[in-house]
Structures are given as structure tokens and as C-alpha cells.
């Protein structure tokens, strides 16, 4: 059984800076982050094996957001820079116990039946 636990989410400023963190228990492959606004579909946002190769960034965060790992993938972090209003959205971490590539890329490693969700984390954007 996997479990994972967010933290770190908040209410900033245009510009501002928040680091979400996932403690994560119970085996998993890979693992990632994703985020879900309201009235908007779930997004991936960016994916890194549990061995701490970066895999996959979306175009949205690319530049502005950083995943890392430590304690070989226990606790998963996702530092957030520039913050802009439509980053406003609930963070999620996400484990998958089958790796398809060893870059966990978007795709098949990422079906429903082999994840795990966290309950997520609010960030809130203020113009």
C-alpha cells in the first residue's frame, strides 16, 4: 500500500515562491507531480524516476518549477518560482509502481491502475 502525504502549499503574490514536499511510504517506480484547477482537467506537471533521473517537465512550468528527491525517493519536492495567478490550482503527488521507460515520461507508466494519489495541497496566486 502506498501512501503520500503533501505539504507546503499556501497563498502567495505574483512573482512569489513556494516548495510543495511528499513523504512517500510503500514501493513506487516512478513518481510526479500533477495539478488540477477548477473547471480544468488534471495536469501533469513533471516526472522523475524514484532512482532521481528528471524526466519530463510541462511547457507551463518549464523554467519556474524544480522536482527534486531525497532519501532515494522517500520524500519528493517541487520548488515553484515566479508564481503566476494561474498556477492557482490543488497539487498533487502521484506514484505509479510501473515504469514503461526509465524516464517515466508522460504515457502508459501513468495509467489509473498502477497509481497512487496524495489528497493534495492548495496554491493560491494573488495578482
Known amino acids: 500500500q502506498v501512501q503520500l502525504v503533501e505539504s507546503g502549499g499556501g497563498s502567495v503574490q505574483t512573482g512569489g515562491s513556494l516548495k510543495l514536499a511528499c513523504e512517500i511510504t510503500?514501493?513506487?517506480?516512478?513518481l510526479a507531480w500533477f495539478r488540477q484547477a477548477p473547471g480544468k482537467e488534471r495536469e501533469i506537471l513533471s516526472t522523475?524516476?524514484?532512482?532521481?533521473?528528471?524526466?519530463y517537465y510541462a511547457d507551463s512550468v518549464k523554467g519556474r518549477f524544480t522536482v527534486s528527491q531525497e532519501n532515494g525517493g522517500r520524500t519528493l519536492y517541487l520548488g515553484m518560482n515566479n508564481l503566476k495567478p494561474e498556477d492557482t490550482a490543488m497539487y498533487y503527488c502521484?506514484?505509479?509502481?510501473?515504469?514503461?521507460?526509465?524516464?517515466?515520461?508522460?504515457?502508459?507508466?501513468?495509467?489509473?491502475?498502477?497509481?497512487?494519489w496524495g489528497q493534495g495541497t492548495q496554491v493560491t496566486v494573488s495578482s
Open positions: 522523475m524516476s524514484t532512482g532521481g533521473r528528471t524526466a
Open positions: 510503500g514501493y513506487a517506480a516512478c
Open positions: 502521484a506514484s505509479s509502481r510501473r515504469a514503461v521507460d526509465t524516464w517515466c515520461t508522460p504515457g502508459p507508466t501513468w495509467s489509473p491502475e498502477y497509481m497512487s
